[in-house]
């Protein structure tokens, strides 16, 4: 017989175990979650901090966050809240980024073994800048950035009514579609990136940019904290003070523009802000009126007497400004040498890059007139101007910039070429499609944004100061955002796209200041933005044939994306310091070849090939190269003589020799540039500084630049293929009110020539 004792001591003990087991469940304690105060953070920088929740019972737990009562997913692991980004680094590590300068607050709720705990995140004393929110190019929301605005709108139905006919609601209606039309071009995320940048912790501190310009107000309030004292140069023979570059006109500085799209004071409560808004700053006159000093040339390319020794941390000269006449001028080996002493010299070898405009001649209305208009150069959507007219975008020591509008799309002004190496934000006018919102001579005695700012002087002038103000708000003396006219929203050109560039790059050299200036190209070349990609290539028939005058984007052999308007892309801020800060590569020490070729540009005599008219065969001439190169970059060198290119003919003609010409190459890897498209401004002689004008030639001793064929392979055979696009004659639509004062352009009764064609590559080893 069984023990019920033993029975009973058995259930008795499982009785204990399962009390005892859920005694435990019983005593499962809640989590926690205190409250939060973030306070005192800059706008656009990251906070990191540790979320003030536990368990002490050490259950896995599960956070949440809402807003208003209303939950926030997150994308990637980032929570967007109305006043900035949450992003999880670690179980209960986070970083904030306060996207406003506005006040807020954040719930959030931990769960663990179904109990929850609940709490506040509170954001508080966002230190900004009041305009930051309106550079578009430094975080793109789809603001107008004063473009756009309600009063420009109101004063156009006021105007249409009052002057042109329209009844109120016509006119509305007429603007409201206009208006809703280019609002399209307002769409967000099409910036730089440089959040991503300064969520790394850089912000441009360490180095020092070169602004050399029409001047700098080195006393401006957004400026002066970043100007380093008594270091700019006034290069006026006669000036007073050769330490303050400050431009006396009442119509506006472009180089105080310029400055403050490179490095506006962040975080100051104080205007806007720049790409790089703790990079010092040194400024000189290069540009305008009165004489220079003699050593002017040297001492804007930091030669000894600068005031730059050679072991400064210089990131830029930036350059916007440059030479648009529609003609092709010749190379300067000695400009060359001097445009080249920043990246072979100052920071102890390891280079200061100059930053180019690549300029504003992609549409007619310069000195060639309605030329590219009467050819179809500007309906095609080819550019009126090459960057290869401009010898200093010929070779590799400056790095020229194309621009880009709000929706990362072509601006209507910006030159193309085979030589732009990246693009960046400019914007269109600040009217209809916004501009760039920066700094602007002080007080609304100078300045764009002045009584006697050029555009306001002159249409207050026309139409009177109330439709003025309407149409320019925020550049009109008297708007609450700019009651001192201290700032502009209308600065634009590739010459806001130099220094947004050279903020990037000072960016770069701030995260990593061991990396060279070829090692910034390389990190721009890799990290750049891809923009409007489905640019369309432009196919020109040629007496039946198709000549591809734009290839939009092309891949070439190393991988590398590359297109004549846009370079490489739209710089990107944050992946180019990310790449800085990780960098890995090793381009060793900068090699050339010599110059390799045929005919008159080597001294020989003249190869003598015609250039058959409207063929699209064209003329091929081939040259090899033996040396073993990874490129980053290539020069062509060429003579093409035309015996009709003149200043016109007897019958008010100029030839159309020059505008039919197009030139294209094709590397050993099988990589197509176009170096001249055709239908471009060459509308006078060859120019030589030297020489003067050169009659009977199109192109003499003309060096081009190509980016095209980045990383690729040196070696083989190089084809280059010359062509007349054209055997058509048109009439001047501007009936002679152009440089020639010509009536007309007559094609070409005998053909071009090439006389002669040679190469230079730049490069490192091959590895």
């Not at 980024?97 to 609940?118: H, R």
Request: with cysteine.
């Amino acid at each position: 017989m069984k023990s019920l004792g033993l029975k009973a001591s058995l259930i008795s003990s499982a009785v204990i175990l399962a009390l005892s087991g859920c005694s435990d469940s019983n005593k499962d304690t809640a989590p926690t979650a205190k409250d939060l105060s973030l306070a005192n953070m800059k706008q656009w920088v990251a906070t990191p901090f540790t979320l003030p929740a536990s368990d002490a019972d050490n259950d896995d737990m599960t956070i949440t966050f809402s807003e208003s009562g209303s939950p926030v997913s997150s994308q990637n692991g980032v929570y967007t809240f109305s006043h900035g980004m949450l992003e999880q680094t670690g179980e209960l590590a986070f970083k904030y980024v306060p996207l406003t300068a506005e006040a807020g607050s954040i719930d959030y709720q931990v769960e663990a073994n179904g109990k929850t705990a609940s709490a506040q995140i509170s954001v508080s004393h966002i230190v900004s800048d009041p305009l930051a929110n309106q550079q578009w190019h430094l975080r793109n929301t789809g603001q107008k950035a004063y473009a756009l605005s309600d009063e420009m709108k109101a004063g156009l139905v006021e105007y249409y009514v009052a002057n042109l006919g329209y009844t109120e609601e016509q006119a509305q209606e007429l603007m409201d579609q206009a208006f809703a039309i280019e609002e399209e071009r307002l769409v967000p995320g099409e910036d730089i990136n440089v959040m991503e940048a300064y969520a790394q912790g850089v912000t441009g501190e360490g180095v020092t940019s070169v602004v050399v310009d029409s001047g700098l107000e080195i006393r401006h309030e957004d400026l002066q904290p970043n100007v380093l004292a008594y270091r700019s140069l006034n290069l006026n023979s006669d000036a007073v003070d050769h330490t303050d570059p400050t431009n006396t006109s009442k119509t506006g500085d472009h180089g105080t523009s310029v400055a403050g799209l490179i490095a506006a004071k962040g975080w100051n409560e104080i205007g806007g802000r720049g790409v790089s808004p703790d990079t010092s700053l040194i400024g000189m006159n290069y540009l305008g009126g009165g004489a220079k000093v003699d050593q002017t040339d040297f001492l804007v390319h930091g030669f000894p007497g600068s005031g730059i020794s050679t072991d400064e941390n210089i990131s830029t000269f930036n350059r916007s400004y440059g030479i648009t006449f529609p003609t092709a001028i010749a190379y300067s080996e000695f400009d060359e040498a001097v445009q080249s002493y920043p990246a072979m010299v100052l920071r102890n070898g390891k280079g200061a890059l100059n930053i180019k405009s690549s300029g504003n001649g992609f549409i007619d209305g310069g000195p060639e007139g309605s030329l590219c208009s009467d050819n179809g150069a500007n309906a095609l959507g080819l550019t009126c101007y090459d960057g290869a007219f401009e010898p200093s975008q010929a070779h590799p020591f400056y790095l020229s910039v194309g621009a880009v509008i709000s929706d990362g799309s072509h601006t209507s002004y910006s030159t193309a070429g085979a030589n732009v190496f990246v693009s960046a934000p400019s914007g269109e006018y600040g009217r209809w499609s916004p501009a760039m919102v920066t700094t602007d001579s002080m007080t609304c005695l100078n300045g764009y944004s002045g009584f006697f700012g050029g555009q306001i002087a002159a249409w207050t002038n026309f139409y009177g100061e109330a439709f003025t103000r309407s149409q320019y708000p925020f550049n009109f003396p008297g708007h609450e955002d700019n009651a001192q006219c201290n700032y502009t929203s209308t600065m634009n050109g590739t010459s806001s796209a130099a220094p947004n560039t050279s903020g990037v790059v000072s960016l770069i050299l701030s995260a990593n200041p061991e990396l060279t200036w070829r090692d910034v190209r390389h990190i721009l070349a890799e990290t750049s933005t891809q923009v409007d990609a489905d640019n369309a290539p432009v196919i020109l028939d040629v007496n039946g044939s198709d000549f591809v005058a734009h290839q939009g984007w092309i891949e070439n052999a190393a991988g590398f994306t590359f297109n004549t308007q846009y370079g490489f892309g739209r710089v990107n801020a944050g992946e180019a310091v990310k790449m800085a800060l990780n960098y890995s590569e090793s381009l060793g020490d900068l090699m050339a070849t010599d110059w390799i070729g045929e005919g008159t540009v080597v001294g020989a005599a003249s190869l003598d090939k015609d250039i058959p008219d409207n063929n699209a065969d064209g003329v091929t001439h081939s040259i090899e190269i033996t040396d073993e190169l990874t490129l980053e970059a290539i020069q062509f060198r060429f003579d093409v003589s035309n015996a009709e290119m003149q200043f016109g003919d007897v019958n008010g003609n100029q030839t159309t020799a020059g505008t039919d010409l197009a030139i294209e190459v094709t590397s050993p890897s099988g990589t197509r540039s176009v170096l001249l498209a055709s239908k471009q401004a060459l509308m006078y002689p060859a120019y030589s500084f030297d020489a003067g004008f050169q009659p009977g030639y199109i192109l003499k001793d003309s060096v081009m630049l190509s980016n095209a064929f980045y990383g690729e392979p040196t070696v083989g055979t190089w084809t280059v293929r010359l062509i007349d696009t054209s055997d058509a004659s048109f009439v001047a639509s501007d009936g002679g009110d152009n440089g020639l004062g010509v009536i007309g352009f007559a094609n070409n009764t005998v053909p071009s020539k090439l006389e002669g064609v040679s190469i230079r590559a730049f490069g490192h080893n091959a590895q």
